[in-house]
């Protein structure tokens, strides 16, 4: 099963569990997403946060993403507004040969995940694709060797539900 791991981060902790994710399945890939949104360190987070609650995209690195050689694309991302992030829904959008596809998500956050399962089940069902699964991590759990290893079984047992 070849995977696919799609990730936004600005903290890092979406990151490392993505990072957690590749270390322990075979045959995956990870692209974080770049948000270049011309915003000031000031403003940066809360005009972002107001783009995540009206489900607005941004510019983003990479800004095309072909999925035609995996089996399996995971999502990954902050919660900002009680929602994922614009860079996210963005390369959500981006995405090309992803119809068919199945595709989990999922989300750090530090209190909880508001909107998040709802509007990614809307971007990746709009695409075309499968949506399997999601699952939220707490931040004061992004560390534990426990709650990384569910979140390993989740995306695996995900990757091997029937298409």
Known sequence: MKICIIYH?????TRHVAQHI?????DSRLIEVSDHAPHSALTRFIMQCKAAWSEDKTTIEPSRLDAKDYDLLVFGSPVWAFKPTPAIHTIIEALT?????RAVAFVTCGGRPGQSEEMFRKWIEGRGMRFVGFKSINQKDIE??????EMVA??????????
């Open 97 to 101: 040969n992803c119809e068919k596809k």
């Open 9 to 13: 981060s600005e903290t890092g902790n």
């Open 154 to 163: 989740f995306v695996t047992a995900a990757g091997l539900k029937p298409a």
């Open 22 to 26: 590749a270390a322990v399945t075979t």
């Open 144 to 149: 534990d060797d426990a709650e990384n290893a």
